[in-house]
């Protein structure tokens, strides 16, 4: 069936470091969303990037469709960022029916 | 300000008892989108609208209602037949295919 799939599940930084987060998706998209949800539960839109790369200050997203990942790159983490990722997909032939992964939960510790 | 507003933020339900969350966009979006979420899980699609008047079931509809009799309206019924509602609702709207902006949310618990 359609997948979502993230990696790695938790993830634990000091303040500054730099890290990437991979999404896996089992079948051609119409659209990809990198979220960031908050301690409150509000989902913040990071990215639209169903191809290509985008750059957003320290945040960063590269998709390459034919091969059906994504990637988010966080550079120089601060404690601000923590909290869950989530990528999301809406596969061709679904309208735009978010699939979404489990989530990469981060915790970036001063 | 332009965004979506979803109220109340928390809810308590009583067994037997239908409720109904409120969802409004001043985006004027076409589509419109009802997601829960389990905790410690990702979102799944309960319902969707692609214009007024019309609305598609999404992968987990069983005990769900909708109606979309306006463009920035998109209310959501919880009813007893939901043998599960204690989860953190959100909804959402996009123009056609494009981005999704989420509401930030109620929280259902049945008591």
């Known amino acids: 069936g359609i997948q979502v799939e993230q990696s790695p599940p938790d993830l634990i930084l000091q303040e500054g470091a730099n890290s990437t987060l991979r999404c896996n998706f089992s079948d051609s998209v119409n659209n990809l969303q990198w979220f960031h949800q908050n301690p409150w539960g ?6 639209y990037i169903p191809s290509g790369t985008k750059q957003n200050g320290r945040l960063s997203a590269t998709t390459v469709a034919t091969e059906r990942y994504s990637l988010l790159y966080i550079s120089s983490s601060q404690t601000t960022d923590s909290g869950v990722y989530f990528c999301a997909a809406a596969f061709s032939g679904g309208y735009n029916k978010l699939i979404f992964g489990a989530g990469t939960r981060l915790a970036v510790h001063p | 300000d332009g965004g979506i507003t979803q109220s109340p933020k928390y809810l308590f339900r009583k067994e037997g008892q239908n409720v109904t969350l409120s969802c409004e966009q001043n985006l004027n979006h076409d589509a419109m989108y009802w997601y829960r979420q389990d905790p410690g899980q ?7 609208s692609q214009i007024v008047n019309d609305f598609q079931k999404g992968d987990i509809a069983e005990g769900y209602s909708v109606s979309r009799e306006k463009k920035e309206s998109f209310p959501l019924t919880v009813t007893s037949a939901q043998k599960n509602p204690t989860a953190f609702y959100l909804c959402a709207s996009s123009i056609g295919l494009d981005t999704q902006y989420f509401g930030p949310g109620t929280r259902l618990t049945v008591l």
Do not use: D, V
Not at chain 1, 42 to 47: A, G
Not at chain 2, 42 to 48: A, K, Q, S, V
């Open chain 1, 42 to 47: 509000q989902l913040i839109n990071l990215f």
């Open chain 2, 42 to 48: 990702g979102l799944r699609l309960i319902y969707y």
